[in-house]
């Protein structure tokens, strides 16, 4: 025991603190009082103390850790406590610790649950009394039969017989985001304590709750994040990288793949949860300070979820809030502005499948550090739902962020074992309403027809649903259903019929709500009191993936023959999952900053799951090159987000010692996937020059949102240009585009002329036969006669001679370059060369049509607008895109169009088709 702990130790013991706190545990919180006759770790009880930089930063539930003479406490595995400063334990260490605890206590059992994309193990950890995790099968078995009401023919006396003798399972996530260091050491923590600890109310969680614990979710990020934390110690005083890559593909959104379960670490929580039969789902962040509990959140709610789910946030939500509150610890808040809309957080996994979803955000630094932290005014203002607000500057602790994270874990576990059977008959009863919604508030099915030709988005969207755990059955005979008319049109009807073959998606099931809240479409009005969205606003899956789903009310679709399929759905591999013929494949480079990994990273995704081989390579590695041309045929640049064409030639600022993110003894899980000196170089004029010549040479340089503006201000783009706006707001929403040009390359194997798009914030370009633009050039659309005779539509006439009309004025859709007259073209160097001219693909729909789903407002400053362009530079091409053609495994309708651009690098030169 180190001198100063020993120091403290011998003060809390001479002047009594121990036996003040337990009566000030049993005087004033009675339901949380310690029991009196357990012995105490006085050392490890000694470093939590110590480590927690105020008394109100802690609670009597978290301030002790009983002592056991058999189960190792986390210090006595790891050598720290829970929280201690300056150390952060890698995955194998979380992971041995548990393991040590079940080998050493019988109410702890450790199950492996999957791996992640690097191999690394993910676990879930189940913790409660003794004969409880003896009945786990047969628990299971039961709750199984809560979780689907046909299995007992949807008959509420036996599901009160089955609730009666059924323990609820409560599961626990923590470290989704790597960068959010607390969660682990508190859930190592809080399993020690809910297996050792005598207090009557923790008797009463091990006896009535069946407690799982997943303490990393994000394994290969978590690595990365304690290598580069072990960096930061070992050079005080210097900045330290940021953590550029979490996961293999990509950072913060891992907890945005709920829709499209791209990610391992997204099936196997959504496997675990389901295979459980879990009735809570609780994931731990860390961003606000000191403890939000967003389960309540802000409206609007997601339109599906069942309403007996907003009562259950608002009952286990606020009394977390008054608990801890009670306890005297400031800033535990509940509402806030997170609206809870979006069904791809992690959490939502709980409330598409009948479940709770629950989430915490603590106070973190970002490391184990102790900080002194100052905070905004908007973080430590009172409002009506944080009427104990955080403090304005605070010195704050991992040991802080723990105790926080277990005393809400702790309170909220308690009650929800004094509530247990009342959750598990809710939990039956939203299975059973999502049987029922063909007969309630609809619809019937979901139909795929079997004569919709893109089968591989078809199959690839029908996959999604089936990971999702969703039933999915096959007609064996045509099938007429009547079909309500969208719009203006709603109350008259028509019929339509359905090939056998086809795929129908029963909402007579128990996940219907998750299929119906990824098939149908969205609306966000823009004078909804939100304003301000937290994700994206739209996601209807089968318009995303350029697939027929017709959505059925009518009822006898559950009549007809069809059988439930009893495996997976086939997916084609390569290029034909996106309904591409084979095709040989260029030389391909992905291009990425170090400025952000993430975006680009779900087009790395993309192509690792089409077997498309790369290189990959950054910014840097351009700038250092000699010959692009000679190496590759294709560069792919990826959104970095929201990054100026300035930081992603300049880079980071160079002051200050470089920034490494390699493979070291130090930090051996960085650099595998790209490394380098010095993250802080960006492209440089040198690499924009490399740019110039790929494409002059005869490349394809492929870009898309901030990427295409960054090839357009450094004049790869001559001729398009961003589209200005004022009022415009686009939030994640899914739009209608045209296509323009079907005789493109880029637009082979669409059938139809429409096309959806997702656009985060609604760019879009416009196009010009000039280097500098239309401005300024006489048109149709922006003549205004001048003063003169007649009314406003006359023409005016000289007097003295006769009129002569001069020649119309151009008049061209907003996706269109203005045509020049000889006078303008006359001795002009910005001219551009009738066969250099960008040629427009796709154009985004008129205002009217332009919303499929999410949210629009101001929409006519973008509709006919180009969505998609063709630019040509030397001899080469630079392909451009407003949107982002490949978003979080959404998109797969969009695929086609880069791929397209892909395999015919150098057919792009056809001939125009006439508008």
Known sequence: ???????????????????????????????????????????????????????????????????????????????????????????????????????????????SIGKSEEGREMIAVAIADESLLAGLDANKARLAKLADPRSIGMDDAVADQLVAQSTPVYYVTGAIHSTETGSPTALMELAYRLAVDEAPYIRNIRSHVITLITPVVEVDGRDRMVDLYNWHLAHPGQNYPRLLYWGHYVAHDNNRDAMAMTLNLTRNVADTFVGWHAQVLHDLHE??????????????????????????WQQLGWDNVQQMTRLGMPGVFAHGDFDTWSPGYLMFIAAMHNGISRLYETFGNGGADTVQRILEPSEYERTWYRPNPPL?????????????????????LNYFAGNGQQFLKNFYLKAKRSIEKPQQAGPAAYVFPADDKRTGSRAQLLRILQLQHAEISRTSAPVTVTLSKQGDDSKKTRTQTFPAGSYVVRMDQPYSRIVDTLLDRQYWSPKDPQQHPYDDTGWSMGDLFDVQVVR???????????????????????????????????????????????????????????????????????????NLRAKY??????????????????GLPMWGKPLPWKTTALTPNLGHIDSTDDIRPGLGESGVANLKRFVQAG?????????????IDVGLAPGVFVTKTDKLKVVGSVLQAKFVDRGSPVAAGYRSDDLALY???????????LVTGDKGLPNAKEFQRPTGRGGPHDTDTPEGRASIAPAALPDVKPWQALPLNAEQMRNNPWVIPAEQRPRVILR?????????????????????RAAVVDARYGKGHVLLFASNPIWRGETIGSYPLVLNAIVNFDRLDTTPAKP
């Open 759 to 769: 656009s985060a914030e609604g760019q879009s370009f416009s196009v010009s036969n």
């Open 844 to 864: 985004y729909a008129e205002a009217k049509n332009l919303l499929i789903s999410g949210l629009l407002d101001g929409g006519d400053e973008m509709a006919e």
């Open 392 to 412: 304005p500057t605070v010195s704050w602790s991992q040991r802080n962020n723990n105790n926080y994270q277990q005393t809400g874990l702790l309170t909220a």
């Open 552 to 626: 059925v009310t009518d009822t006898a679709i559950l009549k007809a023959p069809m059988r439930l399929l009893d495996g997976p759905v086939d997916v084609p591999q390569g290029l034909a999952a996106v309904d591409m013929p084979p095709a040989k494949l260029p030389r391909i480079a992905l291009m990425h900053t170090w400025l952000g990994t993430q975006t680009e990273g779900w087009w790395r995704m993309a192509l690792d799951k089409l077997g498309m081989p790369y290189d990959y390579i950054s910014t840097q590695d351009v700038a250092k090159a000699g």
């Open 287 to 312: 961003s606000v300070p000191f403890l939000y509990d967003n389960t309540v959140g802000d409206g609007p709610y997601n339109a599906w979820i069942d309403p007996i789910l907003t009562g259950e």
């Open 633 to 650: 045929d294709v560069i792919l640049f990826g959104p970095v987000g929201d990054a100026s064409t300035q930081r992603i030639v300049d």
């Open 699 to 711: 490349g394809l340089l492929i870009t898309a949102e901030d990427t295409a503006q960054f090839a």
């Open 1 to 111: 025991m180190h001198a100063p702990i020993r120091l403290l130790l011998a003060v809390l013991l001479a002047t009594g603190t121990f036996g003040a706190f337990a009566a000030a545990g049993a005087d004033s919180s009675k339901p949380y009082a310690r029991d009196p006759a357990q012995p105490v770790d006085p050392a490890y009880t000694a470093q939590i103390l110590k480590f927690t930089t105020d008394p109100s930063f802690n609670s009597p539930l978290t301030d002790y850790l009983p002592a056991s003479a058999s189960v190792p406490t986390p210090d006595k595995v790891l050598g720290h406590i829970s929280g201690a400063p300056d150390y952060l334990p890698h995955v194998a260490d979380v992971h041995r610790y548990f393991r040590a605890l079940a080998a050493a206590s019988p109410r702890v059992k450790v199950f």
